[in-house]
């Protein structure tokens, strides 16, 4: 029987790929080791055959101009390895060290981690409450305090929030006048209150739950305070001036002369939002005047042990953490203190600060 040449050749490469897969296996890191001959100290023909095929590569290396890598020069790079392969980049790439300045998911920059002995990737640090002193971590980031150190914390009035505020406006008219004369008309709720001044007067307008009261005399004023009046704030005003203002005037869309009276009076505020006021004179019966906010404001102080605080009224002032503090303005979605007598502003928010967890063991 004829064998064809077709199949020779074909076995031929088989046997060819074995043995360049046997010397693979035998020469590579990772391959199988071979067998040592038992007794009598000698070396199997696998064992000499590595050898010479290490120092067959060895020459290769010295003919080809590379000399064999030390240790000190592996040193500087990364090295990626496979069971059979190692890889070496060209240049040297350093490790890089950590940003101090990155901020990482919490707010808080990793340097400041790290100073503290809190954990980079931990991001329950910002809300965590470290020494106890009512403030977390983040406030005392923000703040520069130091977070482990209770003698070393934020000024308390940062923790104020606004707990409620009522909704309450006055309005203050000039509705009448007569030789030396003139009507004041304030109004809180449906029912005014007219009252008649004269220049250099002074008024304490309180505002109660059943409307307006107005007081030539401060001790009186202050004998109102509870019962319909729980916050101690009256207004304070003196008349200062009266200005007469009328005459004749062209009406441009119907071409005839018309009379006005844009007389006025001139009232001076004298608590903290003291100043000048001028109030014209009621045109048919519509008031031309000023709003005033009167409602009650609380506050609340999240520093443990401390709670709500007030009432308090837009003008008044009020002592706390040992600074005075003035209501300029209040609404529902902000408080405007002014620090007394440094003057710096702050703005107190609704409280929406979550509850601080407790101190991690």
Known sequence: MKISPWLMGGAGALFVVGLVGLALGVLLPGGLEPVEAPGGGGKSAATEFKQKAALSAA????????????????????VFVSRSIVFLPKEKEPVQPLNEKQVTDDGIEVGWKLKYGFSPEDREVADQDEDQDGFTNKEEYDKKTDPKDPASSPSKWVKVKLASLEAAKMSIGFSGKSVGRYTLRFKLGPKPKDVDVAVGDKLWVLSTTKGVEVFKSEVEAKAKVGGTNLCPHAIPLVVKEYKDDKGKKMDEKTKTENEYDDSMIVLERMDELAGLINI??????????????????????????????????????????????????????????????????????????????????
Do not use: C
């Open 59 to 78: 020459a290769l290396v010295q003919k080809s101009g590379r000399k064999e890598m030390g240790v000190e020069e592996w040193k500087g790079h990364r």
């Open 280 to 361: 014209l004179l009621d045109e048919r019966g519509k008031s031309r005047g000023e709003e005033w906010n009167v409602g009650d404001i609380r506050l609340i102080s999240l520093v443990p042990g401390e709670g709500v605080m007030g009432p308090y009224r837009v003008g008044q002032s009020f002592p706390y953490a040992g600074k005075v503090f003035a209501v300029k303005e209040a609404t529902p979605l902000k408080v405007s203190l002014k620090m007394m007598p440094e003057g710096e502003s702050v703005s107190i928010l609704p409280n929406t600060t979550p509850t601080l967890l407790p101190k991690t063991p």
